[in-house]
């Protein structure tokens, strides 16, 4: 899993008013970007894409970047 290069051609501009995510961009952590894309995986890695921020401390969480990410564990309402 290495970045190819082609989620540069798939890259998202900064929104104006809103958050990435709330704006539909998704994040790679391989590529370290953000990009348009709907599927769930990295069109240039193939790594899962992140859709949402993992919590409210986002933005601090970037300048410190070198934490582990560990994916949440979602639990899904059974109806
Ligand atoms: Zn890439
Ligand atoms: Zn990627």
Request: hydrophobic letters at 30%; aromatic letters at 8%.
């Amino acid at each position: 899993m290495t970045c190819k290069g082609i989620c540069i051609r798939h890259k998202a501009q900064k929104p104006v008013g809103s958050g990435r995510y709330v704006s539909g961009q998704k994040r790679c952590q391989i590529c370290e970007i953000f990009i348009k894309w709907d599927g769930l995986w990295c069109p240039c890695c193939g790594y899962r894409l992140r859709t949402k921020p993992r919590n409210l401390k986002y933005k601090a969480k970037l300048r410190a970047r070198k934490v582990n990410d560990v994916e949440p564990i979602l639990t899904v309402p059974i109806s």
